[in-house]
T-cell receptor, first 113, second 111 residues
Framework: EAGVVQSPRYKIIEKKQPVAFWCNPI?????LYWYLQNLGQGPELLIR????????DSQLPKDRFSAERLKGVDSTLKIQPAELGDSAVYLC???????????FGPGTRLTVL | KQEVTQIPAALSVPEGENLVLNCSFT??????LQWFRQDPGKGLTSLLL?????REQTSGRLNASLDKSSGRSTLYIAASQPGDSATYLC??????????FGTGTRLTVIP
């Protein structure tokens, strides 16, 4: 069974540029999560989807961050414009139901110059 | 807000030693607790999931315990190996909410 797939694995951009990350969850997992992980810290939730509905986006900085999961399968997280402080690892995770075990992808390491 | 603390932040042990990693959380009203492993530059690998009604879970050389009333969990690693070197993260799920992570314990097993 394939795990959670994320792309790209690494991204380097200049500040004020837009960037997008893609995630494909494990087949059959209807819950999808985007996390932000700063160096030396644990992941922090940005947004959680149940199928195509964003059920918790309270920690998503909506002035510059957006996300979508149009068909309830794969998802895209976008930052526009990127700031220096956005440099971090962006992790995607999925689970079968909202309260079950979460499985993580390898993450996208973003560097904003 | 749920706060999760992991002690120690870093730990070095010689190969073959048994060790315990600690996790504490402030709100005992949790649905479950999950232990993860993270290798440098990689994502998180789920190790063990303990439901709130359970006291412990075991997988191979790993044993995780949960004392919900005192807000504590431990991860016991038996007969440590160099391949166990990684950062270990504890995460709790409050009821109907999302995972709250600790900052992790960085483990180094010295051959």
């Amino acid at each position: 069974e394939a795990g959670v797939v994320q792309s790209p694995r690494y991204k380097i951009i200049e500040k004020k540029q837009p960037v997008a990350f893609w995630c494909n969850p494990i087949s059959g997992h209807n819950t999808l999560y985007w996390y932000l992980q700063n160096l030396g810290q644990g992941p922090e939730l940005l947004i959680r989807y149940e199928n195509e509905e964003a059920v918790d986006d309270s920690q998503l900085p909506k002035d510059r961050f957006s996300a979508e999961r149009l068909k309830g399968v794969d998802s895209t997280l976008k930052i526009q414009p990127a700031e220096l402080g956005d440099s971090a690892v962006y992790l995607c995770a999925s689970s079968k139901q909202g309260n079950n075990e979460q499985f993580f992808g390898p993450g996208t390491r973003l560097t904003v110059l | 807000k749920q706060e999760v603390t992991q002690i120690p932040a870093a730990l070095s042990v010689p190969e073959g030693e048994n060790l315990v990693l600690n996790c504490s959380f402030t709100d005992s009203a949790i649905y479950n607790l999950q232990w993860f492993r993270q290798d440098p530059g990689k994502g998180l690998t789920s190790l063990l999931l303990i439901q709130s009604s359970q006291r412990e879970q075991t997988s191979g050389r790993l044993n995780a315990s949960l004392d919900k009333s005192s807000g504590r969990s431990t991860l016991y690693i038996a007969a440590s190996q160099p391949g166990d070197s990684a950062t270990y993260l504890c995460a709790v799920r409050p009821r109907a909410n999302n995972l709250f992570f600790g900052t992790g314990t960085r483990l180094t097993v010295i051959p």
